[in-house]
């Protein structure tokens, strides 16, 4: 193979198996997949190249001080456009920042599979770059 996927996500999960799994099915979708284990690690790559990432996928309870929901916000600053998806065993007790979809545990695995392909063809739908610098 060894060409690079159209599209890339960031998946943020602190438990190994699930991170894996999340991964394994956006690259189904054509995904580069970026995986962090905390949020700290997630906004360093949301710093550096934030604008290349167009999906992230993040649980409330992380490795390190931040939150989920606290990445979330601190996404959509770096990048407003961002499709981002929070999940939780528990209640969301935070609000989430506008455009940023909750998702309670369990949820199905084709239900990213089918955000995945939905964002995939969104963008395949437009013309141009996404961003100009």
Known sequence: MGQSKPYRALVVEDDPMQRAMIGLLLEESDFD???????????LVLQGSGDDVVLMMTDVELAGHM????????????????DVIVTSGKPLRQSL??????????????DVIRVAEMKASELAGESGPRRSS
């Open 33 to 43: 997949v970026i995986a962090c284990e905390s949020a700290e690690a997630a906004e």
């Open 67 to 82: 939150t989920g929901v606290e990445l979330a916000h601190a996404a959509k600053k770096y990048n407003p456009d961002l």
């Open 97 to 110: 920042p506008d455009g940023a979809t909750f998702w309670s545990k369990p949820w199905a695995p084709l």
